[in-house]
């Protein structure tokens, strides 16, 4: 009797069909953090970082399989074993692996695992989660009849092997940690986050996580370190040339017309594809999008937006569960739209109070529309937010000609706005303001999906045949700040002219010139960076949008106990 109460071999029910096999990598996130195994395992995330780049590098030569493994009653005696890159599971166990290097003499097998960076020099000579790792697989090896009573840990860049015995001891912390993993995944309920944990900036999910936001919307004390601010070189590129074709050309995308290349961009440099009007694109180009899940959008030639094509989408199953019980609830709905129509009138006011350029004084819109977001509060059902929502919207674009620089020198000044029309446009402002809200809409749908939503159900916006109400939702308190405003700055600055539209039969619409100027000022305003008023750090609006539908999730999932809404300052 050595003294210590070891965890109990209690057996584990063998797996049925349709229950997945939990990989030796999760055991090793939990022990990390029991948060980030919840995240990658339970609901599917993931995101590239420069370590987990680095690491598949480093792995390039390992996961080329080699050599052979013989069944454990075939290995003769004196027999040497080295197979590379060798997958083996356990349903006994629930378990399975992918062993980097499989060494073994004597009727002895032993696990290699190849880590990237130095040895550590702490307790034991790794850290345990690596160590948790490389005993599953050993458990694994034992419970296809191999002797494994120890493993190998091989640090690439100090080239370095840490021997790991399977003791007792490690034994019952692998034990627990896949007890502790199958627990909280049948429990359904996310760990807490760390605080202040040295982990978080080398995580590749902290912008996912957002553990420093979670904690201070939660607590209100430490204010976050800027972890979710990621930069992405990447971006957009649009396509709208009549006939224009797209061709996958290595890590390249070739844009022809009429057979005559015009552009070649890399791959690696492209967010999403928007194809507007009469576009072709190839097959292989297609897969190879989806394969990089840069979504495909289309739209028509007017820039109206019909939907996207993406691979098979986010694994959150449990983020939609809790979307759709959360639109079911009338309660859920009412407080959410409260919030984001009085986000909306809050900004309304701050544009209203910027761009100011009227002769008269901005007192009288500015005292409406803050009586209009004093009655938000006082809203019953959705119906009555409505109202006060239109009232609020009537006058700020009736002061929306207040905002626009007039050219006093020409008697013929196209840029007249008396007040908002739609469907169709009557003039080269409201052109404008729709080409901007469908621009936006496609934006915020794709960000929305690519989180885990369903983006056709809505909360405040009520389902309709296909609306994508959700990111109608979403977008309500970034119209004025990101659509509005760029409309603004593309005619206070000139970007487009009068000469930019094309009108007929009581319509109006951009030239395709006059779109992509207006493109290019749209996409600015989103990488446009601001201060979070929250969160105190730096932000693209860009970035701000994915931000803000993880948040929506992390209340719908009832981690936050109210969905904290976005307000410049």
Same mark, same amino acid.
């Given at each position: 009797?050595?003294? *210590? ?85 356990? %349903? ?42 490389? =005993? ?10 191999? *002797? ?6 091989? /640090? ?43 982990? =978080? ?7 996912? =996580? ?29 396509? *709208? ?57 289309? #739209? ?15 694994? %959150? ?15 859920? =709905? ?33 005292? #409406? ?31 929306? @000609? ?9 008697? %013929? ?11 169709? +446009?009557?003039?080269?402002? %409201?052109?404008?303001?729709? /080409? ?25 916006? *009520?389902? !309709? ?14 119209? +004025?700040?990101? @659509? ?65 539908? !993880? ?19």
């Amino acid at each position: 009797m050595d003294g *210590q109460q070891h965890e109990l071999a209690l057996p584990f029910p063998e797996l049925t069909a349709d229950q997945p096999l939990l990989p030796a990598r999760m055991i090793n996130e939990y022990v990390y953090c029991p948060r980030l195994a919840y995240l990658e395992w339970v609901q599917g995330e993931w995101a590239d970082s420069g370590d987990t780049v680095d690491g598949r590098y480093k792995h390039r030569r390992v996961d080329v399989a080699g050599g052979d493994l013989p069944a454990a009653d075939e290995i003769e005696s004196g027999e040497r074993i080295h197979a590379r890159s060798v997958t083996i599971s356990s %349903n006994r166990l629930g378990l399975i692996a992918k062993l980097d290097l499989i060494e073994g003499s004597d009727g002895q097998v032993q696990p290699v695992d190849y880590k990237r960076g130095k040895r550590p020099h702490v307790a034991h000579g790794a850290y345990d989660p690596e160590r948790v790792q490389l =005993c599953i697989q050993g458990l694994i090896l034992e419970d296809q009849g191999y *002797q494994c009573e120890s493993g190998v840990l091989y /640090f690439s860049e100090s080239r370095e092997r840490v021997p790991v015995v399977f003791d007792a001891e490690l034994r019952d912390l692998t034990l627990s940690a896949i007890h502790g993993l199958r627990g909280i995944a049948l429990g359904g309920r996310i760990p807490p986050p760390l605080e202040d944990s040295p982990k =978080c900036p080398r995580c590749s999910l902290v912008s996912i =996580c957002l553990p420093d936001e979670i904690n201070f919307l939660q607590k209100q004390d430490t204010p976050p370190r800027p972890l979710a601010v990621g930069i992405s070189e990447s971006l957009p590129m649009y396509v *709208q040339a009549h006939k224009a074709k797209i061709a996958k050309s290595g890590d390249n995308l070739e844009v022809t017309i009429d057979d005559k290349l015009v552009a070649k961009p890399r791959l690696a440099e492209i967010s999403q594809v928007i194809l507007q009007g009469n576009v072709y694109m190839t097959t292989p180009t297609l897969h190879e999008l989806m394969r990089r899940e840069v979504p495909v959008v289309w #739209q028509t030639y007017g820039g109206w937006f019909l939907g996207y094509t993406a691979g098979m989408g986010h694994k %959150n199953v449990e983020l939609r569960i809790a979307q759709h019980r959360g639109a079911e609830d009338e309660s859920v =709905c009412l407080a959410l739209a409260k919030g984001w129509v009085r986000a909306k009138l809050v900004n309304s006011r701050v544009m209203l109070r910027r761009n100011w350029r009227g002769e008269s004084s901005v007192d009288a819109p500015l005292a #409406q529309i803050e009586h209009s977001i004093k009655t938000v509060a006082r809203a019953r059902n959705l119906a009555e937010l409505l109202g006060i929502e239109g009232n609020g919207a009537a006058v700020y674009f009736g002061a929306f @000609a207040d905002l626009l620089k007039r050219d006093k020198e020409s008697a %013929n000044f196209s840029f007249d706005f008396t007040h908002r029309n739609r469907r169709p +446009p009557a003039d080269p402002v %409201n052109a404008l303001l729709s /080409f901007s809200y469908a621009m936006l809409t496609r934006t915020f749908a794709i960000a929305a999906t690519s989180v885990g939503f369903d983006g056709y159900r809505g909360f405040y916006h *009520q389902p !309709r045949y296909g609306r994508p109400a959700l990111a109608l939702d979403l977008m309500e308190p970034f119209r +004025p700040l990101i @659509a509005d405003s760029a409309v603004l700055q593309a005619i206070n600055n000139g970007e487009v002219r009068p000469t930019d539209f094309v009108g007929g039969a009581g319509r109006v619409n951009l030239s395709e010139e006059g779109r992509k100027r207006f493109i290019a000022t749209f996409e600015r305003r989103l990488s446009h960076e601001i201060t979070h008023p929250l969160f105190g750090y730096k932000i693209s609006y860009r970035r701000l949008i994915e931000l803000q539908c !993880r948040l929506l999730g992390r209340f719908l999932l009832g981690e936050l106990r109210e969905n904290p809404n976005f307000t410049t300052r």
